[in-house]
């Protein structure tokens, strides 16, 4: 029989049984990857797995754990809605939200690590957490909210309906399913101003005469207002700075990646003035996986295309991306500092070092 392969013809001849051929297919790593112009909304790239003649289930609308990547959505929800400013620091230590604390509405206390398995115990802003990517600092800023509904509202606004989102505090950590096609448009927002733009794939149709029977006319709501945008916008771009890959890439990029538990699933947001990439990679089946996080992360699993992806389009010149574009930068005075060595705060925010012993958990590994 004929089954997928790495090669020029992309298959190859074995002999197998029925069962061995099942399972060889689902040994395979696949993966999900989208681009949206995020100021038209347009979807210029749709890659719902590895291969359509053997795998043809689209991968761009499985639900799977995003992992970190949801993270942004926090820390925009408290910079927005509790004042917090990117440079806060805040101390790497255990957080715990108890039984009938805020609106959680907990049964019991909820204590999660970070993904390495410990806490430096060191003091680091927003913007140094997140590029960490801090479990800790997450569940600080969503026990300071007090409830998931800010949360919930402002990713509702970027075009995923927070009635799929469970309101549990675990959401910081990205233990959420979602699919690759909602994140991305979500995060098309924060390249767009702030501005949600349904995402779209017909610009207009047609008939045999050339006139137009349809014509898109793609939905769009202001999720954050410019200022709050901009400084997620530069915190993104923050996370990405001296990452690995992306050597001789002239595009203002920004991003985000997220690993979920037992290394199931890697996930890169990628974002660009022109240009958002959001791209996950899994098996079909959770059993189809690295078995550490030194290859099963995010930043190794599925950033790799994103850097790859706009080096090329950089190469190759694309007429409709412009490597030199800017992201917007609101009008008047900028009221978030967002230059941490002019912030006059120099308070350290913590609270009593929880010394329970731990339960892990399966939110204790999100990275």
């Given at each position: 029989?004929?089954?997928f392969a790495y090669n020029a013809m992309a298959e190859k001849d074995t002999t197998m049984t029925p069962y061995d051929s099942i399972r060889y297919h689902?040994?395979?790593l696949q993966t999900g990857i989208i681009a949206i112009e995020p100021t038209t909304g347009q979807v210029k790239v749709w890659v719902g797995g590895?291969?359509?003649?053997?795998?043809?289930?689209?991968?761009?609308?499985?639900k799977r754990q995003v992992g970190s990547t949801f993270k942004p959505f926090v820390y925009a929800s408290a910079i927005a809605f509790q004042g917090v400013s990117p440079c806060q620091r805040v101390v790497d230590q255990q957080y715990t939200i108890s039984p009938g604390e805020g609106h959680f509405g907990l049964i019991n206390s909820w204590s999660p690590g970070n993904a390495e398995g410990r806490f430096s115990g060191q003091?680091?802003?927003?913007?140094?957490?997140?590029?960490?990517?801090?479990?800790?600092?997450s569940v600080y800023l969503m026990k300071q909210m007090q409830s998931t509904s800010y949360v919930l509202d402002l990713v509702n606004n970027m075009g995923i309906d927070k009635k799929k989102i469970p309101a549990q505090p675990s959401i910081c950590l990205g233990a959420a399913e979602l699919t690759?096609?909602?994140?991305?448009?979500?995060?098309?927002?924060?390249?767009?101003?702030?501005?949600?733009?349904?995402?779209?794939?017909?610009t207009k149709i047609e008939d045999k005469n050339g006139k137009v029977i349809y014509k898109n006319t793609s939905d769009e709501k202001q999720a954050l207002s410019p200022d709050i945008n901009y400084v997620m916008v530069d915190m993104l771009r923050y996370a990405v700075r001296g990452a690995a890959g992306f050597k001789g890439v002239v595009s203002n990029i920004g991003g985000k990646t997220g690993t979920t538990n037992d290394y199931v699933d890697g996930w890169f947001m990628g974002i660009t003035p022109g240009l958002v990439v959001g791209t996950w990679v899994g098996g079909d089946d959770q059993w189809t996986r690295f078995l550490s996080l030194t290859n099963g992360q995010g930043s190794k699993m599925a950033r790799p295309f994103f850097s790859e992806f706009i080096r090329q389009l950089e190469v190759q010149k694309v007429a409709d991306f412009d490597p030199k574009a800017k992201y917007i930068v609101p009008s008047g005075p900028q009221t978030i500092i967002t230059d941490c060595s002019q912030y006059s705060r120099p308070d350290v925010i913590t609270v009593p070092k929880d010394t329970t012993k731990k339960k892990e958990g399966e939110d204790d590994f999100f990275e």
């Open positions: 029989m004929k089954v689902r040994s395979f590895i291969n359509h003649k053997y795998f043809k289930f689209d991968h761009i609308r499985s003091s680091m802003t927003l913007y140094e957490a997140l590029k960490e990517s801090r479990n800790s600092v690759v096609f909602e994140m991305t448009g979500a995060y098309a927002s924060f390249a767009n101003n702030g501005t949600y733009i349904v995402p779209s794939f017909i």
